[in-house]
């Protein structure tokens, strides 16, 4: 397992050093030291890393995309979003994250756009990767977003994590008003209850 995943970031620079060494012009490692260098908080380094990788390889749009929302730098995220959308083959995620940014920046239509195309393309292939799911949310549409991972724990490893968890929260979002209601009158006839069974009794 890499370094970067494993929570040793000052040991993943190291190792990605070492491989820049021999071979600078290496995108991806550039990226993905650039994300070690942002878990230890030193952004300037993590967007001098990235500003390289996406001179050498467009692919990265997303990545620095991802980096400047992280920042809170929305209008640059979406420019590097749109960039990636633009630059590169129709991807799912990053119709994703650039809706995400649209919603934050107030942009409705162009976020519920992004959504409905991350849809249109997960429905091109069974993945058991819940993007369809997350857009089915965005836009409010709960229902939707619950069936998508049913049929994804169903029809996949139920060790599926992401999905499961995903679907909680759904699940949660949808059922959280009507639970509560639930446990508020469960109390409330429990009360009646003791309260019923008391009233005979000399204090």
């Given at each position: 397992?890499?370094?970067?995943?494993?929570?040793?970031?000052?040991?993943?620079?190291?190792?990605?050093?070492?491989?820049?060494?021999?071979s600078p012009d290496d995108a991806e490692s550039l990226a993905l030291r650039a994300e070690s260098y942002a878990a230890m908080d030193d952004y300037d380094r993590a967007m001098a890393d990235l500003d390289r990788a996406v001179d050498l390889?467009?692919?990265?749009?997303?990545?620095?995309?991802?980096?400047?929302?992280?920042?809170?730098?929305?209008?640059?995220?979406?420019?590097d979003f749109t960039r990636a959308v633009d630059s590169g083959p129709p991807d799912a995620a990053t119709h994703l994250q650039r809706g995400q940014i649209y919603k934050i920046l107030g942009r409705t239509a162009e976020a519920t756009a992004d959504y409905e195309a991350v849809i249109q393309l997960e429905a091109q292939h069974d993945g058991t990767w819940p993007l369809d799911a997350q857009a089915w949310f965005e836009l409010g549409r709960f229902e939707k977003a619950v069936d998508v991972l049913v049929t994804i724990v169903?029809?996949?490893?139920?060790?599926?994590?992401?999905?499961?968890?995903?679907?909680?929260?759904?699940?949660?979002?949808?059922?959280?008003?009507?639970?509560?209601?639930?446990?508020?009158?469960?109390r409330d006839r429990k009360s009646t209850r003791l309260n019923s069974s008391h009233t005979d009794i000399p204090r």
């Open positions: 397992m890499a370094l970067e995943n494993l929570g040793r970031p000052d040991e993943a620079i190291k190792a990605r050093d070492e491989i820049l060494k021999h390889d467009p692919i990265h749009y997303s990545r620095r995309g991802g980096m400047y929302a992280d920042l809170g730098q929305y209008d640059k995220a979406l420019a169903d029809s996949t490893d139920p060790a599926n994590r992401r999905a499961v968890r995903l679907l909680a929260m759904l699940s949660a979002e949808k059922r959280a008003v009507r639970q509560t209601i639930i446990q508020c009158l469960q």
